[in-house]
């Protein structure tokens, strides 16, 4: 069961949870009464309609009930459900939002503890071209091997299909699949036990421990652009072959659309599997860095695409 596997925290824990009307909501409950949790409970009612806001945690304009339900409750963290059990994100203790790839770099370093003497294959940690080179480097310090690969949860799986030895696969979209005792699928309710379990191994803050946030305190918090949807202009195909020849000079990965490397961070252009648009985003290792790596994309493709929204 979830509880066996997950384990259980070793102490006492008050945090809140935002299921989104959606369908963990009585099970999430179930659970925390049985990891013993003190559990502020937001929208756990099933509720089809989504009466407050969309089931989805990485969006942080979804996790302001939880973020106020956090600071007045004086709750140690927060957690948010999408709306089929298989995703979650996490506010910290102020209510802050916490992106997803930094959240995967705390699960990741605990999961390759017991990994550190082990083969390249059994430290192997996947993540979709939109996390942010902290999530890599984070991976690297832990003792990993960190390994971009597609964006998409139906591609991570067929990674851990094809790589079983690997220990953890996850994604920006809250997506999170642990491989070391878990196999290897995506649940919320076991991710949000996992990290109880993990944060609950400590003294509570009030006791001389670390407080959520501070957990990130060692990860860079580097500055990036939003997620950007550019509209395509003319055929997918044709448009991304222009834009990557734009790049000939560079080093790239080309796993998904082309995330192009700069000395002092990167830039992603990627086309979407759903709609006629381009995403894009861009990170740097500090302001001044983004704003050279912004400069230098207007100057290579600026003229084929509007970039007015990559900012």
Known sequence: TIVENAGMPQRAIRIAIDCGNAVPGPLTISLMQRLGVDLVPIHCEWDNTFPNHPPDPTRQKNMIDLSKAVVENNCEFGIGMD???DR???VDEQGRFTHPDRLMALIAADVLVDRRDGTEAERTVFFDVKCSMALEEAILS????????RTGHSFMKRELRSNPEAVMAGEMSGHFFLHDRWPGFDCSLYNAARLLEIVGRDPAPNDGGVSFSHRFANLPDYPSTDETKIPLVGEREETMAAVEGAYADMEKSTVDGIRVRYPDG????RPSNTEPILVMRAEGRNESALAVIIEDVNTRIGHMLDLSKLR
């Open 142 to 149: 832990s003792g990993g091997v960190p390994k971009m690969v």
């Open 83 to 85: 709306g089929d059990g």
């Open 88 to 90: 979650i994100g996490v």
């Open 266 to 269: 990167w830039y992603l252009c």
